[in-house]
């Protein structure tokens, strides 16, 4: 069976141009439901069995995954991935399975993320100046990453991603490829810049125009978890809250730029979302703004 699932997720990554991880997450998914298969139908699972799999089975395997307290989000995204693997060797294998069809997807509640105050960014400014000063480069290199993913709203990924040629000379945009290889086009700020800038005068090492800009203390490029550990380290020090993580810097930018006026479509392109109805959480966030200015601040706001 895993030379099938290998086989998926290669075409997944070559063929649907999927990340790498995104594909291992599907993969290890897939392995997860052939895992209970395994003990569901009593024996080792071939590729023809699985066919046979019907709606008591699927939905056994939902169950299993509840019982092990998984999230709503996490299962279903095993379940699509599951039906993503289903097609796949119906078309090219011809094994059939119609009951997967009929199973619905675990209603995932919506999270709506927090901004976080400007005033906690310019603080963090501060915190690294103190945290990082007896490493200069550290220092500017934790700052640009900041300014960088506050000012131009990146995924982490897509900062990491950024290689030294694709900042040279202080562009006005950046060209972002962002989830399934969509590319847009970014501005840029001078304050970002100039952050940047800094940073490289005083890295020590990665200067090759291919390298990556964001390196880690022993000069690899730097892991995503790395990143998130910056962040950690700031939010800790100034005791700010847990949602205060790399994505809440991109979060912090799509707000202010919707608070002042910002059209959806225009933002819905810059964060490089695929589907409107991802950019439109927003608006829920800024009404909840409203709605708490409302309800402190109107005279007959809190009459019964």
């Known amino acids: 069976m895993q030379e099938f699932v290998d086989e998926f997720t290669n075409y997944l990554i070559k063929?649907?141009?999927?990340?790498?991880?995104?594909?291992?997450?599907?993969?290890?998914?897939?392995?997860d439901f052939l895992q209970f298969f395994d003990v569901f139908n009593g024996g080792t699972v071939k590729i023809n069995d699985i066919a046979n799999a019907d709606t008591i089975c699927f939905r056994a395997w939902l169950a299993d995954r509840q019982k092990r307290e998984l999230s709503f989000k996490s299962t279903a995204r095993a379940l699509s991935a599951l039906r993503g693997f289903y097609k796949y060797i119906d078309k090219y294998h011809g094994i059939k399975n119609d009951a997967i069809g009929l199973i619905s997807s675990p209603r995932v509640p919506k999270k709506l993320s927090k901004a976080i105050d400007a005033s906690d960014v310019a603080d963090m400014g501060d915190a690294i100046r103190v945290i990082d000063g007896n490493e200069p480069w550290i220092a500017a290199r934790d700052w640009a990453l900041v300014t960088l993913l506050f000012g131009c709203?990146?995924?982490?990924?897509?900062?990491?991603?950024?290689?030294?040629?694709?900042?040279?000379?202080?562009?006005?945009?950046?060209?972002?490829?962002?989830?399934?290889?969509?590319?847009?086009?970014?501005?840029?700020?001078?304050?970002?810049?100039?952050?940047?800038?800094?940073?490289?005068?005083?890295?020590?090492?990665?200067?090759?125009?291919?390298?990556?800009?964001?390196?880690s203390v022993r000069g690899l490029p730097m892991s995503a978890r790395m990143a998130e550990k910056v962040i950690e380290k700031l939010r800790h020090y100034l005791q700010l809250p847990d949602y205060v993580t790399?994505?809440?810097?991109?979060?912090?930018?799509?707000?202010?730029?919707?608070?002042?006026?910002?059209?959806?479509?225009?933002?819905?392109?810059?964060?490089?979302?695929?589907?409107l109805s991802t950019t439109q959480l927003y608006t829920k966030v800024n009404m909840s703004e409203i709605m708490d200015i409302y309800e402190h601040c109107h005279p007959r706001a809190n009459e019964n």
């Open 153 to 215: 709203g990146l995924r982490i990924s897509e900062a990491l991603s950024l290689k030294n040629i694709d900042v040279a000379c202080a562009p006005e945009s950046l060209r972002i490829t962002g989830k399934g290889s969509k590319e847009r086009m970014v501005p840029v700020l001078p304050a970002v810049n100039r952050a940047i800038e800094k940073y490289i005068a005083l890295r020590p090492f990665g200067n090759a125009s291919d390298d990556e800009l964001f390196r």
């Open 15 to 31: 063929t649907r141009n999927y990340s790498a991880h995104t594909a291992l997450a599907y993969g290890a998914d897939i392995d």
């Open 246 to 275: 790399p994505h809440a810097l991109r979060h912090t930018f799509a707000t202010a730029l919707l608070s002042d006026g910002a059209d959806l479509r225009s933002l819905q392109e810059l964060l490089g979302h695929s589907s």
